[in-house]
């Protein structure tokens, strides 16, 4: 199965005219040179996560929980998070379960271990759940 790659970056609390954050377009984290300033915002990463059997695209946005808050913190927990997707394989019921535990931790809230994570999708696993003559 192909795990997205995900992306890592800077976002502030800046807003725009409209009043609505900037998020990742805030030109502020930008130095003038092009690299990344280290005062303004926080290194968050996003990834999206396969889609589920209701077919929607899931994107998993989060500041790692990791102190201080650093580039290889966010490229870290985003590496974490593309480790668990993997659990889950090609099972659309495995992937629905696991999508919805990583969208319920709370950013900044350290993601479920893999022996975690393994110990819940056991637990959905179909095949221990369903009868064996569902076909006729
Ligand atoms: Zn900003």
Redesign the pocket.
Known sequence: MRVAEGSVGKR?N?TGEDGRR?GMR?S??RRADGGWSSS??RWVYQLELPRGRDGKRRLLRRVPAEYPNTRDAAMRERDHAKALVQLAGDDEQRRDDLGALLMRTPSGQGLPSRDTVIRRLMLADPSKSTSPSANS
């Open positions: 502030c800046c900037l805030c502020k984290p303004h915002g």
